[in-house]
């Protein structure tokens, strides 16, 4: 039987970095998996999670027993007032609830599951382009229709707005929409204020359902507030909604599995039957979350000292990728390379969707031992003062040939 197994297509991501961590060239550069890396092109411990590692590593108080199957409660409501701001309305109204789960994809999943198995919605639709996940943990989950909505436009690198404003109002009713909340991948556009304002206008006339999708939270601007904007809004315009969280990122927690489901109800009533079916839905998967991210982060988010110390880390990153733009920017814009490189700049977050196409992607691959996605998407962190003209003169190049 184990022979009728087909081979499954590999997870482009994992086969680019694999390619790079072959590569036996000096030179070589990832600039494919999302992860932050410093100026000497390191993986980054965030010094505040370091201090509360050693605490906890301290702490004979603390054991191995199980957490509740909805996870730490002090970690979730914590994250739930990140998301959304402790004075919001519907955090003072009591109409948000909050579960803690294994990372942004955990949340998504359980999310899916959620809106699939409890409320019957089967269609969902993400943006063109999206993060590859979307679609799996949709699909995995049960959803039978899966459409994207339109959002990037090629020609002039930027939102295609009036496109995704089309797509959402032909959407049918019941339709779960997933939103980027900021630093949108693979793009890092997001639309403006007014732009937000539209879709929501869209999204309560046509009666669909926001599912924010929150893995970038400080590391858009450098600050919580703005790049959670676009959630409050539309928890502050009454949709019932969900939102979802990873720690991956802001908090350089990649590996433990760290995020969070919020839930914004309009009747309170309605929190207690929820969470009793998110349970079974846990219960049935994997029971119950793990610790070790969620005291880390709990300690930081409900420790006014801390807290501060976590702000200024994610300064630190979110900066030096804003460094990296203007870097590349300026040395492409010198080398006189074809075509337009202000996009660079104007996006933001992690991701730089730089309009190179496969076969650049492959020649700068080849050639240069810089691997990107064959997308055009690059991770800025991989750029670092080292190799930053290495990169822009491999950019150059493939534009060129
Ligand atoms: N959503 C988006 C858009 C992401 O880019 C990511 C991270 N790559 C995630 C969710 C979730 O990541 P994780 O499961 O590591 O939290």
């Known amino acids: 039987r184990f022979c009728e197994v087909q081979q499954a297509p590999p997870i482009e991501v994992f086969a680019v970095s694999k390619a790079f961590t072959d590569s036996t060239s000096e030179k070589k550069v990832n600039l494919s998996v999302g992860a932050y890396r410093t100026d000497e092109g390191k993986p980054w411990v965030l010094p505040v999670v370091r201090k509360v590692e050693q605490e906890l590593a301290a702490d004979n108080t603390l054991n191995h027993e199980y957490l509740p199957i ?59 382009p999206t993060w590859g996940n979307h679609n799996l943990i949709f699909k995995q989950a049960g959803f039978t229709n899966i ?12 939102l295609n707005f009036d496109g995704m404003i089309e797509d959402l109002s032909n959407a049918p009713e019941n339709s779960v929409i997933i939103l980027h ?48 904007w676009a959630v409050r809004y539309f928890a502050e315009r009454g949709f019932e909604m969900m939102g979802t969280q990873s720690f991956s990122k802001n908090f350089g927690l990649y590996n433990e599995r760290i995020g969070n489901l919020m839930v914004v109800v309009k009747d309170t009533a309605c929190i207690t039957p929820m969470r009793s079916q998110l349970t079974l839905l846990v219960r049935g998967s994997y029971s119950n979350p793990p610790c070790h991210g969620a005291r880390i982060v709990s300690r930081v988010l409900n420790d006014p000292a801390l807290f501060e110390e976590w ?14 733009r203007k870097g590349l920017r300026e040395r492409l814009e010198k080398l006189g390379t ?53 990169v822009a003169e491999a950019i150059n190049d493939a534009v060129c040939n």
């Open 181 to 228: 909340a900021c630093a949108h991948n693979p793009t890092g556009v997001d639309p403006t204020q007014e732009q937000w304002k539209k879709i929501a206008d869209v999204m309560e006339k046509k009666k669909l359902f926001p599912l924010f999708d929150s893995a970038y939270q400080g590391f858009a601007s450098g600050d919580l507030d703005n790049d959670a």
């Open 147 to 158: 459409a994207p909505y339109r959002y990037w436009d090629g020609e002039k690198r930027g």
């Open 311 to 324: 702000k200024g880390c994610i300064r630190t990153m979110s900066g030096r990728i804003i460094e990296m």
């Open 338 to 390: 074809p075509g337009t490189w202000d996009h660079i700049t104007a996006q933001i977050g992690m991701f730089s969707f730089t309009g190179l196409t496969a076969a650049q992607a492959k020649h700068i691959a080849d050639k240069y031992h810089i691997f990107l996605l064959s997308s055009g998407r690059i991770n800025m962190c991989g750029i670092t003062t080292g190799n930053i003209d290495h």
């Open 70 to 128: 909805l996870g730490l409660e002090t970690f979730a409501t914590a994250a739930a007032k990140m998301l959304l701001g402790s004075t919001h309305p519907a955090i003072t109204g009591g109409r948000v609830t909050a579960v803690q789960t294994l990372s942004g994809t955990g949340g998504l999943r359980v999310a899916a599951e959620f809106l699939g198995r409890v409320l019957k919605y089967n269609t969902a639709y993400h943006s063109a």
